[in-house]
């Protein structure tokens, strides 16, 4: 367990989360997607401290965040294709995997891979916290390995409240509060490093119409490749509560995550990922409402046994909303090979 502290923005903070990263500490920033547990790209203690607190294996490796093109294409083996990619997407919500440049880089955070995962993002402060950097950061989910993601200060704060996590150096980890995270799933990952077209390795705000609309040609994910992305197991996301996902009603102990109108009324708790039926709205409430259903849930005065979700449209950015309920859901069939 580590102590967390939230630091409101201010200038003063920015600095002090500025002087924090240059001297070797790990902090949490807000990006547009979800928060992030970033430290220098290059330091492998840093690193490690974040390996450490998440309890995430090493051989998943992290994204690295960076603050312009030019930092970019210091990392990485430029093609025509990326460089149009990061044209129409960057700064934003997409991740690339790319080839290294210098394969000796980033040793711990591309857990020894010869392909790294970037991405500019699109965030005012995490911007101008880079900016004020002279290192890349890399920032998995602000979140303990295999539970939920946050989009707030508060969620992140009690994600490493849980007394089972690895112990670091590191006593207090401060978290820059950026308000709620305006899309609200994590970066869309695509793997450049298929000479026969674009594979989409996680779902998420870039769509796979939105790449196809602007001329990209996709592949589809090669089963025989093995995980490429590892947080795309089957079932990782783990809230502590059973969830099953694209229902028509609640059974009566069920609470009820409702979508667009609502079709049903009698349970106990209901929350409403989007009552005008926007998934982009929806796709920003999944990961709050997910938490406040599990701090429900683990109240010893519980109102519900299980939580039901109405089904989500699966256009758009409902794909990655599928796809992150369906990795917290609860099996019904018994579970692949993949699902550790
Ligand atoms: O929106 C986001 O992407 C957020 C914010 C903080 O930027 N970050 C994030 O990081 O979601 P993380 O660590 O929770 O998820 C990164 C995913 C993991 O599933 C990891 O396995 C995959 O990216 N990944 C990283 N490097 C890779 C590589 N070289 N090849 C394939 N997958 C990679
Ligand atoms: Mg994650």
């Known amino acids: 367990m580590i102590l967390t502290q939230i630091l409101e923005d201010s200038k003063a903070n920015r600095a002090f989360v500025i002087e924090q990263l240059v001297a070797g ?77 210098n394969k000796d880089d980033f040793a711990l955070a591309s857990a020894g891979l010869d392909t790294i995962a970037v991405r500019i993002p699109q965030h005012p402060l995490f911007q101008e916290i880079l900016h004020n950097i002279a290192f890349p950061l890399a920032a998995p989910s602000a979140n303990p390995s295999n539970y939920l993601s946050a989009t707030n200060a508060h969620d992140v704060a009690l994600g490493f409240s849980q ?17 709620a995270c305006a899309y609200g799933l994590e970066s869309t990952i695509i793997d450049t490093t298929h000479p026969a077209g674009l594979c989409i390795l996680r779902e998420g705000p870039i769509t796979a119409a939105a790449l196809m609309q602007k001329g990209f040609s996709l592949i589809a994910p090669r089963q025989t490749e093995g995980i490429k992305a590892p947080g795309q197991l089957s079932r990782h996301y783990a ?33 409403n990922l989007s009552e005008s039926g926007s998934l982009e709205e929806a796709a920003s409430n999944l990961f709050t409402y997910l938490h406040q259903l599990n701090i429900a849930y683990l109240n010893p005065q519980r109102q519900f046994a299980s939580v039901a979700v109405q089904s989500i449209p699966e256009e758009g950015i409902g794909m990655a909303i599928l796809d992150r309920l369906s990795r917290a859901s609860t099996p019904e069939f018994p579970l692949g090979k993949d699902s550790l």
């Open 239 to 271: 809230p502590q509560f059973p969830l099953f996902i694209q229902r028509a009603y609640p059974r009566e102990d069920q609470a009820w995550l409702a979508f667009g109108a609502q079709t049903h009324n009698h349970s106990n708790v209901t929350l």
């Open 25 to 101: 500490s790990c902090v949490v920033l807000p990006t547009e997607t979800v928060y992030g547990l970033a430290a220098n790209a290059y330091n492998n203690r840093s690193i490690a401290t974040i390996y450490n607190l998440k309890g995430r294996p090493h051989f998943n490796p992290l994204i690295v965040h960076a603050s312009s093109w030019k930092s970019v294409a210091e990392m990485i083996i430029v093609t025509p294709e990326i460089e149009a990619l990061a044209h129409a997407f960057w700064p934003g919500p997409m991740t690339i995997v790319a080839n290294k440049k």
């Open 163 to 179: 007394p089972t996590l690895m112990k670091t150096d590191q006593e207090t980890l401060y978290i820059l509060n950026g308000g």
